[in-house]
Protein backbone atom coordinates (compact mmCIF):
# COMPACT_ATOMS: atom_id res chain seq x y z
CA UNK A 1 0.00 0.00 0.00
CA UNK A 2 1.10 3.43 -0.92
CA UNK A 3 1.84 6.60 1.55
CA UNK A 4 -0.94 7.84 0.23
CA UNK A 5 -3.52 5.98 0.96
CA UNK A 6 -2.29 5.08 4.22
CA UNK A 7 -2.92 8.64 4.92
CA UNK A 8 -6.39 8.57 3.65
CA UNK A 9 -6.87 5.62 5.53
CA UNK A 10 -5.68 6.83 9.30
CA UNK A 11 -7.33 10.47 8.33
CA UNK A 12 -10.73 8.65 7.88
CA UNK A 13 -10.06 6.73 11.15
CA UNK A 14 -9.34 9.99 13.37
CA UNK A 15 -12.44 11.72 11.61
CA UNK A 16 -14.61 8.67 12.52
CA UNK A 17 -13.41 9.86 15.99
CA UNK A 18 -13.80 13.49 16.15
CA UNK A 19 -15.31 15.43 13.31
CA UNK A 20 -14.02 18.85 14.30
CA UNK A 21 -12.35 21.48 11.73
CA UNK A 22 -8.72 20.92 12.77
CA UNK A 23 -6.62 24.02 12.77
CA UNK A 24 -3.32 23.41 14.65
CA UNK A 25 -1.02 20.18 14.38
CA UNK A 26 1.68 19.89 17.77
CA UNK A 27 4.02 17.73 17.87
CA UNK A 28 5.17 17.48 21.79
CA UNK A 29 8.70 16.61 22.23
CA UNK A 30 10.73 14.60 25.24
CA UNK A 31 9.59 15.52 28.62
CA UNK A 32 7.19 18.16 27.24
CA UNK A 33 3.67 15.79 26.20
CA UNK A 34 2.46 16.74 29.53
CA UNK A 35 1.10 19.92 27.67
CA UNK A 36 -1.48 17.71 26.44
CA UNK A 37 -3.50 17.81 29.93
CA UNK A 38 -3.95 21.41 29.13
CA UNK A 39 -6.33 20.56 25.94
CA UNK A 40 -9.84 20.14 26.65
CA UNK A 41 -12.57 18.31 25.55
CA UNK A 42 -9.94 15.52 24.91
CA UNK A 43 -10.51 13.19 22.52
CA UNK A 44 -7.37 10.54 23.01
CA UNK A 45 -6.52 7.54 21.00
CA UNK A 46 -3.66 5.71 21.19
CA UNK A 47 -1.14 5.63 18.11
CA UNK A 48 -1.05 1.65 17.90
CA UNK A 49 -5.07 2.04 17.17
CA UNK A 50 -4.35 4.73 14.40
CA UNK A 51 -3.70 2.76 11.12
CA UNK A 52 -0.14 2.61 9.82
CA UNK A 53 0.88 4.59 13.11
CA UNK A 54 4.15 4.02 14.29
CA UNK A 55 4.45 3.69 18.54
CA UNK A 56 7.38 5.46 19.64
CA UNK A 57 9.79 3.06 22.03
CA UNK A 58 11.49 6.04 24.30
CA UNK A 59 10.68 6.72 27.68
CA UNK A 60 9.03 10.09 28.30
CA UNK A 61 6.76 9.55 24.84
CA UNK A 62 3.26 8.38 25.76
CA UNK A 63 2.42 7.60 21.95
CA UNK A 64 -1.06 9.06 22.16
CA UNK A 65 -2.87 11.52 19.93
CA UNK A 66 -4.99 14.18 21.95
CA UNK A 67 -7.92 16.07 19.83
CA UNK A 68 -9.23 19.06 21.91
CA UNK A 69 -9.66 22.59 22.31
CA UNK A 70 -7.34 24.92 23.06
CA UNK A 71 -8.82 28.30 23.44
CA UNK A 72 -11.10 27.97 20.61
CA UNK A 73 -9.04 26.30 18.47
CA UNK A 74 -9.44 22.63 17.42
CA UNK A 75 -5.97 21.16 17.85
CA UNK A 76 -4.13 17.40 16.84
CA UNK A 77 -1.68 17.19 19.80
CA UNK A 78 0.88 14.35 19.47
CA UNK A 79 2.19 13.11 22.98
CA UNK A 80 5.24 11.80 21.75
CA UNK A 81 6.84 11.20 18.38
CA UNK A 82 8.67 8.27 17.14
CA UNK A 83 12.47 9.08 16.05
CA UNK A 84 15.10 7.86 13.44
CA UNK A 85 17.30 6.08 15.98
CA UNK A 86 14.65 3.39 17.02
CA UNK A 87 14.91 2.42 13.34
CA UNK A 88 11.99 3.78 11.50
CA UNK A 89 11.95 5.05 8.35
CA UNK A 90 11.68 8.63 7.57
CA UNK A 91 8.39 8.09 6.22
CA UNK A 92 7.41 6.24 9.15
CA UNK A 93 8.66 9.47 10.94
CA UNK A 94 7.00 11.95 9.06
CA UNK A 95 3.56 9.94 8.19
CA UNK A 96 1.38 11.90 11.20
CA UNK A 97 2.38 14.72 9.13
CA UNK A 98 1.17 13.84 6.42
CA UNK A 99 -2.37 13.05 8.67
CA UNK A 100 -2.43 16.35 9.48
CA UNK A 101 -1.94 17.82 6.04
CA UNK A 102 -4.77 15.05 5.25
CA UNK A 103 -6.90 16.60 8.13
CA UNK A 104 -6.95 20.15 6.53
CA UNK A 105 -4.53 21.30 9.06
CA UNK A 106 -2.46 24.35 7.62
CA UNK A 107 -0.18 25.14 10.93
CA UNK A 108 2.23 23.06 12.79
CA UNK A 109 4.05 23.69 16.55
CA UNK A 110 7.37 20.99 16.69
CA UNK A 111 8.83 20.91 19.58
CA UNK A 112 12.04 18.83 20.90
CA UNK A 113 14.11 18.49 23.39
CA UNK A 114 18.05 19.72 22.56
CA UNK A 115 21.85 19.93 23.85
CA UNK A 116 23.20 23.89 23.42
CA UNK A 117 25.96 25.06 21.20
CA UNK A 118 25.39 28.53 21.01
CA UNK A 119 27.60 29.84 24.30
CA UNK A 120 25.23 32.24 25.43
CA UNK A 121 22.61 29.28 26.11
CA UNK A 122 21.70 27.32 29.29
CA UNK A 123 19.86 24.48 30.01
CA UNK A 124 16.22 25.51 30.64
CA UNK A 125 16.12 27.87 27.36
CA UNK A 126 13.80 27.45 24.85
CA UNK A 127 14.52 28.60 21.49
CA UNK A 128 12.99 29.11 18.65
CA UNK A 129 14.37 27.36 15.38
CA UNK A 130 14.98 29.73 12.80
CA UNK A 131 16.87 27.38 9.98
CA UNK A 132 17.97 23.87 10.58
CA UNK A 133 21.32 21.62 9.35
CA UNK A 134 20.23 18.20 8.30
CA UNK A 135 23.03 16.01 9.50
CA UNK A 136 20.85 12.86 9.37
CA UNK A 137 21.65 12.67 5.69
CA UNK A 138 18.28 11.02 4.98
CA UNK A 139 15.24 12.14 3.57
CA UNK A 140 11.55 11.45 3.91
CA UNK A 141 10.57 12.99 0.49
CA UNK A 142 13.14 10.39 -1.02
CA UNK A 143 11.14 7.92 -3.43
CA UNK A 144 8.19 8.41 -5.63
CA UNK A 145 6.57 12.43 -4.89
CA UNK A 146 3.25 12.85 -4.07
CA UNK A 147 2.19 15.56 -5.96
CA UNK A 148 -0.89 15.94 -4.32
CA UNK A 149 1.12 17.03 -1.58
CA UNK A 150 3.94 19.05 -2.90
CA UNK A 151 6.79 19.35 -5.71
CA UNK A 152 9.63 17.25 -6.47
CA UNK A 153 12.42 20.02 -5.27
CA UNK A 154 11.07 21.91 -2.73
CA UNK A 155 13.05 24.96 -1.44
CA UNK A 156 13.58 24.92 2.37
CA UNK A 157 14.77 28.64 2.71
CA UNK A 158 10.84 29.01 3.66
CA UNK A 159 11.17 26.09 6.19
CA UNK A 160 10.57 28.70 9.13
CA UNK A 161 7.98 31.09 8.21
CA UNK A 162 8.87 34.60 9.65
CA UNK A 163 5.46 35.26 10.34
CA UNK A 164 5.12 32.12 12.84
CA UNK A 165 8.61 33.49 14.38
CA UNK A 166 6.99 36.61 15.21
CA UNK A 167 4.01 35.37 16.79
CA UNK A 168 6.46 32.66 18.55
CA UNK A 169 8.61 36.21 19.99
CA UNK A 170 5.86 38.24 20.29
CA UNK A 171 4.49 35.40 22.66
CA UNK A 172 7.95 35.07 24.58
CA UNK A 173 7.51 39.22 25.53
CA UNK A 174 3.75 39.58 26.23
CA UNK A 175 5.12 36.77 29.52
CA UNK A 176 8.50 38.22 30.04
CA UNK A 177 10.22 35.31 28.35
CA UNK A 178 14.10 36.04 26.74
CA UNK A 179 13.58 33.62 24.51
CA UNK A 180 16.87 32.41 21.85
CA UNK A 181 16.81 31.56 18.42
CA UNK A 182 18.52 29.96 16.56
CA UNK A 183 20.04 27.07 13.87
CA UNK A 184 19.12 23.44 14.59
CA UNK A 185 21.28 21.05 14.14
CA UNK A 186 19.92 17.28 13.83
CA UNK A 187 21.59 13.91 14.17
CA UNK A 188 20.18 10.26 14.10
CA UNK A 189 21.16 9.61 17.55
CA UNK A 190 21.21 8.01 19.57
CA UNK A 191 24.28 8.96 20.36
CA UNK A 192 25.21 12.62 21.68
CA UNK A 193 27.92 14.55 20.77
CA UNK A 194 31.16 13.81 20.91
CA UNK A 195 33.57 16.63 21.88
CA UNK A 196 35.20 16.98 18.87
CA UNK A 197 31.53 17.03 16.78
CA UNK A 198 30.40 18.71 19.21
CA UNK A 199 32.79 21.62 18.38
CA UNK A 200 32.53 21.03 14.90
CA UNK A 201 28.90 21.83 15.14
CA UNK A 202 29.36 25.30 16.75
CA UNK A 203 32.10 25.83 14.41
CA UNK A 204 29.47 25.52 11.46
CA UNK A 205 27.00 27.76 12.96
CA UNK A 206 24.87 25.50 14.32
CA UNK A 207 23.60 26.60 17.94
CA UNK A 208 21.47 23.59 19.26
CA UNK A 209 21.72 19.59 18.53
CA UNK A 210 19.09 17.09 18.58
CA UNK A 211 17.98 14.05 17.43
CA UNK A 212 14.39 14.66 15.42
CA UNK A 213 12.08 17.77 14.09
CA UNK A 214 14.24 18.60 10.97
CA UNK A 215 12.11 15.85 8.74
CA UNK A 216 8.85 16.59 10.06
CA UNK A 217 9.58 19.82 8.94
CA UNK A 218 10.69 19.09 5.63
CA UNK A 219 7.16 17.03 4.75
CA UNK A 220 5.20 19.73 6.25
CA UNK A 221 7.21 22.35 4.07
CA UNK A 222 6.87 20.35 1.24
CA UNK A 223 3.01 19.90 2.14
CA UNK A 224 2.02 23.82 2.44
CA UNK A 225 1.79 23.25 6.23
CA UNK A 226 3.66 26.12 7.49
CA UNK A 227 5.36 25.08 11.00
CA UNK A 228 6.89 27.18 13.44
CA UNK A 229 9.68 24.68 15.23
CA UNK A 230 11.00 25.42 19.18
CA UNK A 231 13.62 24.08 21.23
CA UNK A 232 14.06 23.26 24.84
CA UNK A 233 17.42 23.16 25.40
CA UNK A 234 18.26 20.59 27.88
CA UNK A 235 22.15 20.40 28.19
CA UNK A 236 25.09 22.30 26.73
CA UNK A 237 27.39 20.59 24.70
CA UNK A 238 30.98 20.41 26.41
CA UNK A 239 33.78 21.93 25.06
CA UNK A 240 36.33 19.48 26.85
CA UNK A 241 36.04 15.77 27.41
CA UNK A 242 35.09 13.81 30.95
CA UNK A 243 30.88 15.37 31.68
CA UNK A 244 28.92 12.58 30.33
CA UNK A 245 25.24 13.62 29.23
CA UNK A 246 21.97 11.19 30.01
CA UNK A 247 18.71 11.25 28.96
CA UNK A 248 17.80 11.18 32.64
CA UNK A 249 19.33 14.66 32.66
CA UNK A 250 17.22 15.85 29.26
CA UNK A 251 13.92 14.53 30.65
CA UNK A 252 14.79 16.39 33.92
CA UNK A 253 15.27 19.70 32.36
CA UNK A 254 12.49 19.77 30.27
CA UNK A 255 10.04 19.05 33.38
CA UNK A 256 11.69 21.93 34.69
CA UNK A 257 10.52 24.20 32.14
CA UNK A 258 7.14 22.91 31.97
CA UNK A 259 5.35 25.48 33.44
CA UNK A 260 7.14 28.46 31.07
CA UNK A 261 6.84 26.18 28.13
CA UNK A 262 2.78 25.45 29.06
CA UNK A 263 3.08 29.75 29.19
CA UNK A 264 4.53 30.18 26.19
CA UNK A 265 2.80 27.34 23.63
CA UNK A 266 -0.62 29.27 25.44
CA UNK A 267 0.09 32.31 24.37
CA UNK A 268 1.17 31.27 21.02
CA UNK A 269 -1.59 29.42 20.28
CA UNK A 270 -3.64 32.18 21.21
CA UNK A 271 -2.08 34.63 18.93
CA UNK A 272 -2.39 31.81 15.69
N1 LIG B 1 22.63 16.19 21.73
C1 LIG B 1 21.77 15.62 20.92
N2 LIG B 1 20.49 15.49 21.19
C2 LIG B 1 20.05 15.99 22.34
C3 LIG B 1 20.90 16.60 23.24
C4 LIG B 1 22.26 16.71 22.93
O1 LIG B 1 23.09 17.25 23.69
N3 LIG B 1 20.15 16.99 24.30
C5 LIG B 1 18.89 16.61 24.05
N4 LIG B 1 18.82 16.00 22.86
Redesign the pocket.
Known sequence: MDWTTKRKEAAEYIRSKFDKKLEIGLILGSGLGEYCERIEEPVKIKYEEIPHFSVSTVKGHAGELVLGKIDGKYVFAMNGRIHYYEGYSMQELVFPVWVMKELGIEKMIITN???GLNPTFKPGDLMIINDHLNFMWDNPLIGPNDESLGPRFPAMTNAHPQELIEVAENAAEEIDLHIMKGVYLA?T?PV??STAMGKFQRLIGADA???STVPELIAATHAGVKNLAISCI??V?EDTPGKS?THEE?VAVANRVKPIFKKLMDQIIASL
Do not use: K, N
Request: proline share 0%; aromatic share 6%; no cysteine.
Open positions: AAGIGYEVGMTDVLV
